[in-house]
């Protein structure tokens, strides 16, 4: 097996100290007086001998990894694969690398992709948390250690976060449905129901009902298990679409429940919008093609995951805990299309 290329090795190729090495290569040549012709050379020697810093050496030498840690919910779901890959850009244009998780809404495994990114010698974390006790994060706050939080937050804190307006949104999709004449709305939500991104979201349905005159009734909004969509789904259309609430509109509250419903209303051999109107507060390209195309309110998720880096790395990098504009939320947009008896294609 080859040697591995050491500080020392390329040293003894350029007759030059070692310490003199480990500083340009770590970055450091200009801040000690090494002239630009020797650095250039360090750099390419050790390009020549394949060297490959021991990272997790380096960063307990210079007490950081340049490595943050990401988790999300699910990261196989379009809205957070889109979010990753904004992530991973915005930190590679910073030089940080970016380890990834999914919770699965499982607070338990949340709590261990927490500890295991930390062991990880992590930087700071990006968390769209689904823990409904915050002691964990205010633990991590306790202890000076970096987070943003991305897409939910904790209200009535001064933890930081980006996150889309659901609120906003989700009044102006149930209003826009509301004028194509549909008056028996229902709302079809997901566990964990104490998420901010479903409260807000249930909250603005519920006022744009009321501003419109349509009393809210509870037994119209259905929460559907984050493990059972599909199967839940077949169970609840039928029984909001027939006797006795004979729902004529639906606002489903994310891109997988409203993949369930589509599925579940074509076998059901009803047709939308003239059948039933649906609208989703979550737009992905799928959308697009399905007939006929999905009204949705699209959310700024490739903003959201650059946000979260900014404040993140200026937290890590100027080491303050208190950064500008540190809570966040994006304006979201509204996706015409025929699904609820208007738009183009």
Sequence with gaps: MKKKTSLADIAKALGVSKTLVSMVLNGKGNDNGINEDTQKKVWAKAKELNYKPNMMARSLRMGKSNTI??????????????????????????????????????????????????????????????????????????????????????????????????????????????????????????SPSHLTSITERTRGYQDALEKNGIDFNADLVREIPYDKIRESIRKTVPELVGAPHHVKGLFVVNNNLATATLACIQDMGLRIPEDIAVVCFDDVDMFKFVNPPVTAVSQPIEQMGEEAVEILLEMIDEKTRTPKNPQRFLQTSMVVRQSCGSGKV
């Design 69 to 190: 840690g990401l988790i999300v919910a699910d990261i196989s779901n379009s809205f957070y694969a889109r979010m990753c890959r904004a992530v991973e850009d915005a930190a590679s244009k910073k030089n940080y690398y970016v380890l990834f998780g999914s919770s699965d809404e499982n607070a338990e495994k949340e709590r261990s992709l927490i500890q295991m990114l930390r062991d990880r010698q992590v930087d700071g974390l990006i968390i769209s948390t689904t823990l409904a006790n915050n002691v964990d994060l205010e633990e991590l706050k306790k202890e000076n250690f970096p987070f943003v939080l991305v897409d939910r937050y904790v209200p009535k804190s001064d933890m930081p976060f980006v996150t889309a307006d659901n609120y906003g949104g989700s009044v102006t999709i149930v209003e826009h449905l509301i004028k194509q004449g549909v008056k028996q709305i229902g709302q079809l939500t997901i």
